[in-house]
């Protein structure tokens, strides 16, 4: 629940509620009268900040409504927003999920340092479709093999004719209940990684569908085991150590 005071609230590091900040009373009316009273989600509002509790879809919210959420909560919202078909998920952030994105990205970066490959990283960048019917904010999205199409850009517009991001990275530290790989695949997004804490698995887009393979498109030296290994090994012997032995991993075997 919101708390009885006017200070400006923290996001909450659980899965159970997901709190925006700077959110106008009017989106918020307008949230409330779009997904009715059937809605399973509690709506708490104080002075600008609006916490969402589990469940965290909320139905039938219209395009406008969700570009406008996107654009009152600003680009420093650590909540992830997802959207497909009128269905809004939004995802309130997790330690456990930000230290793996945040070590995972490290170790991507450090392939592509050791390998002399040019990537332009652009976080969590609102992604959306032209028929604005579906858009999201992946965890983390990389530009590789077309970095130089999008080099020295300052905004990359996907409507505008940039090409999509060629890797999209998902972290899953709980189970998503709304389906993001048809958003993926209607962006054109050509891989996609989901790590669930446990296990890595490399999804390719293949006439339209994505489909689980064992080599990545894009790194096809790098068993995804190898990615788990050292995100494991992390937690045993620091950050620093584990990137070191990973840039030696990838010298010898490559």
């Known amino acids: 629940m919101l708390a009885s005071s006017s200070e400006s609230l923290t996001y909450l590091l659980d899965a159970t509620s997901a709190v925006l900040h700077h959110v106008s009373w009017e989106t918020f009316e307008k949230l409330i009268e779009e997904t009715g009273e059937d ?16 469940p965290r879809i909320l139905p039938h919210v219209s395009w406008e409504t969700f570009e406008k959420l996107i654009e009152e909560t600003g680009e420093d919202r650590k909540a992830r927003f997802y959207y497909l ?4 998920e939004i995802m ?3 330690a456990v999920h930000e230290g793996s994105k945040c070590f995972l990205s490290s170790l991507i970066r450090t392939l592509c340092d050791e390998l002399k490959i040019n990537i332009r990283e652009l976080g969590s960048m609102f992604l959306k479709t032209d028929n604005m019917s579906r858009g999201c904010e992946p965890d983390s999205c990389y530009y590789i093999q077309h970095e130089p199409v999008i080099r020295g850009k300052v905004n990359v517009d996907l409507r505008a004719g940039d090409p ?9 530290a709980t189970s998503s ?3 993001r790989l048809p958003i993926y695949a209607s962006l054109g997004i050509p891989e996609v990684w989901r790590y669930d804490g446990k296990t890595l698995q490399y999804y ?3 006439q339209g569908s994505y489909y689980h393979r064992v080599t990545s498109l894009i790194f096809p030296q ?3 085991p190898v990615f788990v290994e050292f995100l494991q090994k992390r937690l045993e012997i620091g950050e620093t150590q584990t990137l070191q032995e990973f840039r030696a991993w990838v010298k010898r075997n490559s």
Not at 39 to 54: H, Q
Not at 164 to 172: A, N
Request: zero cysteines.
């Open 204 to 206: 390719l887009l293949e």
């Open 39 to 54: 809605r399973k989600a509690r709506f708490y509002y104080l002075d600008g900040d609006l916490e969402i509790t589990a």
């Open 164 to 172: 999509p991001p060629d890797l999209i990275l998902e972290v899953d």
């Open 222 to 224: 790098i068993p995804a």
């Open 92 to 94: 309130p952030p997790l």
């Open 177 to 179: 209940s709304l389906p």
């Open 85 to 88: 078909d009128g269905d809004l």
